[in-house]
Each structure stands twice: as C-alpha cells, then as structure tokens.
C-alpha cells in the first residue's frame, strides 16, 4: 500500500521569505502526486499534479513541485511568500487503477510579518 | 459554475444516532468520493461512487454507507455513532477515467458526537 510522509507538521516563515514543504511517498510504481492547501474551515483546493512527463510541475497561487524518483520525493516550492498562504498544505499520492488518494499529515504554514 | 456542495455544514449528534450526509458535485462531474478527516490529520479514504454503485472502499467498517443518485449527488450515511467518528467529512468529485484521481473537494460536514 502506498503511504506519504510529510516530516514537518510545522513551519514558520516571514513573509517575502521562501517557502518549501517536503514529501515522501512509498509506493513501488510511478505514482500520481498531488499537493493541496486548506485553510481554516475550508475544503482542500488543488495546487498541482503530476501524472508524467517533466518533473518539475507548476500550480497556481505561484506554487511550483519537483518530483524525484531517486528520493522518492515531490517538495513544494514558493519563492516569495504571501501572508495569505498561511495554511495546512497536504501531499498525497494515487496510482493507476486505483480510485482512493492517500494523504499525508499535513504541514501547518504561518506567516509572520 | 458551482463546485462540490456539501449539507450540513456543521451537526452535533450523540452516541448510537444515525447522520446522513449530502453531497452534489461539481458540475460536469460523475464520480465522488468521500473522505474522514479528523483533527490533526489528513482525509482519510472512505469510498468512492460511481454509477450509482460503490467502486472502491478504505479501511471502514460497514457502519459507513453511501449512494449515489442518477443525478451523481450522493449521500453518506454513518450509523451506531462511536465518539471517535467526530469529524470533517469531505465530499470530492470527479471524471470517470483517466481524471478519476483529480479530485474538487467541497467544504465539508463536521460532525461532533457527544
């Protein structure tokens, strides 16, 4: 079964600051690799996917995720940071042929001024 | 477009009582999906429905049961309520096929039992 590892459950970072939220998966195949974001009292959105092709992946909000097959890994990256970016951000991961995504933990972003 | 809704938004309920969720997804979708998310911790996969047939389980006891309707709305249904079933329950949709994994998340239901 496949399983995500996200290691920090928290990260404080200032504003105009860079931002990046690793992720670890363990699953024998190439999988599909997601992140979403949560704000309080809300639903998750879609930042970015990967399914195949190019490595790097580009999402909205000026998010961007680097797959790497060697360290079975998919960070999330920003390079200036919003305070509006404050919020859990959940990586997860599906497969082909398989319906359910299997989320990591989560990390909890603060942004201080 | 709307996306995924999702009603109620917030119940209380106690021990041993039935709650029925609801859930219509975004428009154009034919699949959902409903998740557990508890507090502290990522969703959890609950199952997911399509043509008006369950398709895939997670690690769930059978207290948990769902539909879905001909118009792809569904409905979640947990019964025999424990306290540790407190919490968000998601509601995503999706495309049947290739998109089936490229899930629209609604707001969610919380649900406290007491």
């Known amino acids: 079964a496949q399983s995500v590892t996200q290691p920090d459950i928290h990260i404080t970072v200032s504003e105009g600051a860079s931002l990046e939220l690793r992720c670890n998966y363990s699953y024998g195949a190439t999988p599909y690799l997601f992140w979403y974001v949560q704000s309080p009292g809300q639903g998750l959105q879609l930042l970015l996917k990967y399914f195949s092709g190019d490595t790097l992946v580009q999402g909205i909000k000026g998010f961007e995720a680097e797959f790497k097959r060697s360290q079975s890994s998919f960070n999330l990256r920003k390079p200036s940071v919003h305070w509006s970016d404050a919020a859990e951000y959940f990586c997860a991961v599906g497969r082909v042929n398989d319906y359910k995504l299997s989320f990591g933990a989560g990390t909890t972003v603060t942004v201080r001024a | 477009d709307a996306g995924v809704t999702q009603s109620p938004t917030h119940l209380i309920k106690t021990r041993g009582q039935q709650v029925t969720l609801r859930c219509s997804p975004k428009?154009?979708?034919?699949?959902v999906s409903w998740y557990q998310q508890a507090l502290g911790q990522g969703p959890q996969f609950i199952f997911q429905y399509y043509e008006e047939e369950e398709r895939q389980r997670g690690n769930f006891p059978d207290r948990f049961s769902g539909h879905q309707f001909p118009n792809y709305s569904s409905e979640l249904n947990v019964n025999a309520l424990l306290l540790g079933d407190s919490a968000l329950y998601l509601c995503?949709?999706?495309?049947?096929?290739?998109?089936?994994?490229?899930?629209?998340f609604g707001a969610g239901s919380r649900l406290t039992v007491l």
């Open positions: 428009s154009g979708h034919d699949t």
């Open positions: 995503a949709s999706s495309l049947s096929g290739a998109g089936a994994n490229v899930l629209t």
